[in-house]
């Protein structure tokens, strides 16, 4: 199913510029990267700003962490592992570098929590705001930043 989603996003950006593509460090955003790289011919930078939200429940079914942090949802954090503002922080970060470099259009390819963080940020809600968005798997977000 991912790899027809992906193929999928690919015709939909077949005619868009695009300057280059950062994706996380797992295998599966760079092989969406190169489905819709096919068609673009542009760079594919590994970002770990735009990694996946690294909370010490991996591998663990969502409503574990939930459980875990329904005290503290935005600072709760294991030892060593990452709170969501920990996260915020380092997508706040990459947005800026993306403001601050001559990019004129760039496609990120993540995963579900960083793209509802990022679509916070760019939209101005609150963290209250932003949990309740709910990306799925290829769905595209455009922004002028």
């Known amino acids: 199913m991912g790899k027809k989603q992906a193929e999928n996003v690919a015709k939909k950006l077949k005619g868009e510029k695009l300057d280059v593509i950062f994706v996380s460090d797992f295998l599966r955003t760079r092989q969406t ?12 930078v590994e970002e770990l700003k735009v990694s996946e939200f690294k909370s010490g429940f991996e591998g663990h079914n969502v409503s574990e962490y939930r459980m875990a942090a329904k005290h503290d949802v935005f600072d709760f954090k294991l030892k060593g592992k990452e709170s969501w503002n920990d996260v915020k922080k380092r997508v706040n970060n990459f947005i800026e570098h993306l403001k601050n470099n001559n990019y004129e259009n760039v496609l990120v390819v993540s995963h579900g929590e960083i793209v509802q963080i990022a679509v916070g940020i760019l939209r101005g809600l609150s963290d209250e705001e932003t949990r309740k968005i709910v990306p799925d798997n290829c769905d595209i977000f455009e922004f002028d930043i």
Do not use: D, G, R, T
């Open 33 to 44: 990267a190169e489905i819709v790289n096919k068609f673009h011919n542009v760079p594919i």
